[in-house]
């Protein structure tokens, strides 16, 4: 392993995804060789499903805060005057060369939180795959914080989706070097932006070779057919479709696999239907990687038949070629832009005309009447892959980038948080009477100690407008992501999630059981925070917030402690259950224990001459808990040292 390098963190528009598997490759590989990654993503994954490798990443991934904790972070730099000054010309530029529909002050907002984020983080360099929003935010957020930026464009990204040759100039003139994943794919840049044809380089999507077994092709039976992919127009699987159906009137034997979902799944279905070819088809679905590898090495073939679709748009290089190259499978596919620098034609496998069904369907009957020919193009097909895509070779490649712009970078930590201090909602709610605020203004006023790193993490961002004790909450308290993700990383770990539902009992009918599985569901994702950044406690402020903080601790091993406010949402048996595996707690219904003083205290007003007692308007002012907090965190800071 290399040295650890500076921080780098990969920006997506989305992330995970489930089509984008080569991401999630390189940035394992780029962990591997030493370098630090954090991943961000501006809006949530597409759906709740994971690959097995999510787990794998020492990474972090980091989402945006809510709505409205967005909002207020803009509203504070528009009236520290920062915003008007960084992004004002920029977006004004934007919005007149580009026009409104590229949302120039979209993605301002998005860059303003993620630039000062990966400035605490001490993030040197910005990667994003896929010239698309993601890589014009990314250019906002070197306007904002100076963090250079690169990006790795494919085909569709720059060709349709971004909609702007002109803002593509602008991106690659910007970025310190942009990545091609063909050769086709650099050719085209470079004629579409000649002003920066020294930083475009060819690099493709690698796969670690050692992980994809070689699939038995079989001597004999129905052509073992499989297809990887979304469901949509460029992939051509309506074209399949129709050659499979070629290949049943010819009396030759087959079965069609196609793994993946899309919007042209119910399309496919019916024509699949029409053709009368559905006992040969198996609609797959979405599946794991590990599943895909199975699926590969059970076939005798695999077939692409990718075209140019009605809006211009197609695949490159796909990356389930090489995959299907690298389990020795025979390739299917077309003579279409970067798929015969994957596929040598007559040696690897074979090459048809887009769209044209009669070839593709002679292709795939000439493999399964002669399947020494398939084992001959597969072998050949698993020792170019290792020549060309081999990871290890395009992750060095992609590495050398990293470590050219980095080289004069210094490398910056972020901090170390020793507590975690998790609250259910910021601001808190009118009328609180605990004064959660006040606690959390005198936690971040904190010169040093254990506490002086706490990180304070919302659950839920209230829609409160009005000043709180703590005005600059949305630069120092984080957010659960977005509910998606908290569901995939449940479905995800099924040995996890029995041991929780097991310790539901230990609670008693203080809480209800959705009321529990909704902050168990919580639990999983900050015990996944715990672990990635080291913390050695966490404290649950409040009682709706205690059960997931108890949860956490009890995945992770670290030391956990608990404030139980007046009218708490729990039942005292379920409140001592908890206590009695806290190190410290303050609770409002035993005095002895009241350390935060969270009972309320009578603050009306009264006059009193002699035996008449009047209550008088208004009520008397807060008192002044300073010392209370002192003391409670001298405590708190107690346990902490202690690792209890």
Wanted: glycine fraction near 6%; aromatic fraction near 8%; include cysteine.
């Amino acid at each position: 392993m290399d040295l650890p390098r500076p921080r780098i963190a990969y920006l997506f528009s989305r992330f995970p995804v489930v089509s984008q598997t080569f991401c999630d490759s390189e940035m394992l590989a780029l962990e591997a060789r030493g370098f630090d990654l954090d991943v961000a993503s501006i809006n949530p994954p597409p759906n709740a499903f994971r690959h097995e490798r999510y787990d794998q990443f020492a990474a972090e991934a980091f989402y945006p805060p809510p709505p409205e904790a967005l909002a207020r972070l803009k509203s504070r730099r528009e009236k520290d005057g920062t915003w008007p000054a960084r992004f004002g010309d920029l977006i004004a530029r934007h919005d007149r060369d580009y026009g409104p529909a590229y949302k120039a002050s979209t993605r301002a907002r998005n860059a303003l939180y993620f630039a000062e984020l990966f400035q605490k983080r001490g993030v040197r360099h910005i990667h994003v795959h896929f010239a698309n929003r993601a890589t014009h935010t990314a250019l906002f957020i070197k306007q904002w914080a100076g963090i250079p930026f690169s990006f790795t464009a494919h085909a569709q990204d720059f060709m349709v989706d971004l909609g702007s040759d002109d803002l593509l100039r602008e991106l690659c003139r910007e970025a310190e070097f942009i990545i091609g994943v063909s050769d086709h794919s650099c050719g085209l840049l470079r004629r579409t932006c000649p002003g920066s044809v020294d930083k475009i380089h060819r690099v493709y999507n690698g796969i670690a070779m050692d992980q994809f077994p070689a699939a038995p092709i079989g001597e004999f039976g129905a052509l073992r057919i499989v297809s990887i992919g979304r469901l949509i127009e460029f992939k051509g699987f309506h074209h399949l479709a129709a050659a499979c159906a070629q290949l049943q009137a010819r009396g030759i034997e087959f079965h069609w696999t196609l793994v993946g979902e899309g919007p042209w799944r119910e399309r496919l279905e019916t024509q699949v239907s029409d053709l009368g070819i559905g006992a040969h088809v198996t609609f797959a679905g979405v599946q794991s990687q590990e599943s895909i590898k199975k699926t590969l090495a059970a076939s005798d073939v695999f077939c692409l038949p990718c075209i140019v679709d009605s809006k211009g748009a197609s695949d490159i290089l796909p990356t389930v070629i090489t995959e299907a190259m690298a389990c020795s499978l025979p390739v299917v596919s077309t003579q279409l832009v970067g798929v015969p620098e994957m596929v040598i034609s007559e040696e690897t496998g074979l090459l048809v005309p887009p769209g044209d069904e009669t070839a593709l369907a002679d292709a795939l009957a000439r493999l399964a009447n002669d399947r020494d020919l398939a084992r001959r193009f597969g072998r050949a097909g698993r020792a170019r892959a290792e020549r060309v895509f081999e990871l290890r070779e395009t992750s060095r490649q992609l590495a050398a980038h990293f470590d050219a712009c980095l080289a004069a970078a210094e490398r910056i930590d972020p901090p170390a948080p020793t507590i975690l201090y998790v609250i259910d909602a910021w601001p808190p709610a009118p009328g609180d009477d605990s004064d959660l605020g006040g606690e959390l203004a005198a936690l971040a006023a904190i010169g040093e100690g254990p506490l002086s790193d706490a990180t304070l993490l919302g659950l839920r961002c209230n829609r409160v407008s009005s000043e709180t004790a703590l005005p600059d909450w949305a630069e120092i308290i984080e957010f659960f992501p977005d509910a998606l993700v908290l569901e995939a990383e449940w479905a995800a770990h099924p040995d996890i999630v029995a041991r929780v539902i097991d310790w539901r009992d230990e609670l008693g009918s203080g809480i209800d059981t959705e009321n529990y599985l909704f902050q168990a569901r919580r639990a999983l994702h900050l015990a996944r925070l715990i672990r990635k950044r080291h913390i050695g406690h966490v404290h649950a402020t409040r009682s709706a917030v205690a059960v997931t903080a108890w949860l956490a601790a009890r995945l992770t091993g670290v030391g956990f402690s608990a404030a139980f406010e007046a009218d708490a949402d729990l039942g005292s048996a379920t409140i001592d259950r908890l206590a009695a595996d806290a190190a410290l707690v303050s609770r409002a219904d035993d005095a002895g224990q009241d350390h935060l003083c969270l009972r309320p205290a009578d603050r009306s007003r009264r006059l009193v001459l002699g035996p008449l007692k009047t209550k008088l308007p208004g009520e008397k002012p807060a008192p002044d808990r300073t010392s209370i907090y002192r003391e409670w965190f001298r405590q708190l800071e107690a346990v902490v040292k202690t690792g209890r």
